[in-house]
């Protein structure tokens, strides 16, 4: 739009339609002429017949000049009394109709304003609550609300595409340089050169096959397959899974069941995928000589499953924000690790499309760190539970 026709758009919002002190104006001068006209109707309908009966109650005679000139009063003290309340009624209506009008239209221009800012990407901008009721305190906080989870998905989007580009630009660069080294004769195809471009490129495909994981595991509430699962077999599953690569770094795995655990109501594929990102997480913090065990206990009508470690430990300050894309509490010893930061976010968006919540606790660095994770129990009768082990055979 240019600045004409901008110009030319704001002066037919201001002369087109009237504002909202003109309308509040409006509204009040029709209540107070509707107001008037049947006072003054009542006035004229029923005041002279009753002012003429009292008279003639009073000893005045018919038609005699006391009774006409009375009369004459009457209707003159009538049309002032109605004329001056209708003129102090105006005045009271102009004065409350440009107080409130005001008072509107401050509120109105700062919201109007502060949406012109949202709409230009300035997420940071806030309204103040008008104090004209709770309808318009509740809109300002509305409009507050909704500027700051502008402003944080703003800051996640800017920070995803960076992290993007930084998880990207890493091993890009380092294939490379050693593609270049071979074709310049500097280095040859030797097994270590293989082995090193081999190890980059796993490391690209293991990227996007993990941002590829996120993006399902957050739109997983409309592509879930429900299904009671039996909770113990589960979890014995991803225990046995995880079992080689535990004996292989020297850290022992244990698994600590409830005698009885009920069914959930879950997608089995999903919640291993979950119970695998944490027996993992757990494994790569995990030194040599340590252990981490998984335990599964009934609270009341939830399940809690957790995964405790006695390996590094997790600082205070990083606890709230250890569940978001690619938040690293140590980068450059992730990066070793080969973790792009998105397991985390990964078993999140999956654990609360299950209407579950996940949690992290550790008592600092050292001291290891233990996952929850929050389900509800499922409502099923005890033959929906599916039937595992030999008797599945049979």
Not at 2 to 26: V, Y
Not at 63 to 92: F, K, R, W
Request: proline share 5%; glycine share 8%.
């Amino acid at each position: 739009m240019t600045p004409g026709s901008a110009a030319t758009a704001r002066r037919r919002r201001r002369w087109g339609r009237p504002g909202i002190g003109l309308r509040l104006l409006a509204a009040q001068v029709i209540v107070l002429v509707a107001g008037a006209a049947t006072t003054a109707v009542v006035a004229a309908v029923v005041g002279p017949p009753l002012f003429r009966e009292h008279l003639h109650l009073a000893g005045v005679p018919t038609d005699s000049p006391e009774e006409i000139h009375a009369e004459e009063a009457y209707g003159y003290a009538t049309v002032m009394s109605i004329g001056g309340a209708l003129a102090v009624s105006a005045i009271a209506a102009l004065a409350v109709s440009f107080y409130v009008s005001r008072r509107l239209q401050r509120s109105i221009t700062e919201v109007a304003s502060a949406a012109t800012d949202v709409a230009q990407g300035n997420y940071e901008i806030r309204v103040s609550p008008p104090r004209l009721g709770d309808d318009f305190d509740a809109l300002s906080t509305a409009f507050n609300q909704m500027a700051s989870r502008l402003q944080a998905v703003e800051s996640t989007r800017q920070r995803l595409f960076g992290d993007l580009a930084h998880e990207i630009r890493t091993p890009v660069a380092v294939l490379e340089a050693y593609i270049e080294a071979l074709e310049d004769g500097v280095r040859t195809l030797t097994p270590q050169t293989a082995a090193m471009l081999r190890d980059q490129t796993r490391r690209l495909v293991r990227f996007s096959d993990d941002v590829a994981a996120l993006a399902k595991a957050e739109e997983s509430s409309v592509s879930m397959s429900y299904a009671t699962i039996d909770v113990d077999r589960l979890a014995r599953q991803c225990v046995a899974a995880a079992h080689k690569r535990y004996d292989s770094k020297g850290v022992a795995l244990r698994v600590r069941l409830q005698t009885t655990l009920p069914p959930l109501w879950a997608d089995e594929q999903r919640l291993s995928q979950v119970l695998g990102n944490l027996l993992d997480n757990a494994l790569r913090h995990n030194p040599s000589g340590g252990s981490v065990e998984l335990s599964c206990v009934r609270d009341g009508d939830r399940l809690r499953i957790a995964v405790a470690d006695t390996g590094e430990g997790i600082a205070p300050e990083h606890l709230p924000r250890l569940f978001e894309r690619f938040y690293r509490a140590d980068a450059a010893r992730d990066r070793e690790h080969g973790g792009a930061g998105l397991g985390l976010a990964i078993a999140k968006a999956l654990v609360e499309a299950h209407g579950g919540s996940i949690s992290v606790a550790s008592a600092g660095l050292g001291a290891g760190a233990t996952f929850t994770v929050d389900l509800p129990v499922a409502q099923v009768r005890p033959d929906d539970i599916p039937v595992t082990g030999a008797s599945a055979r049979t």
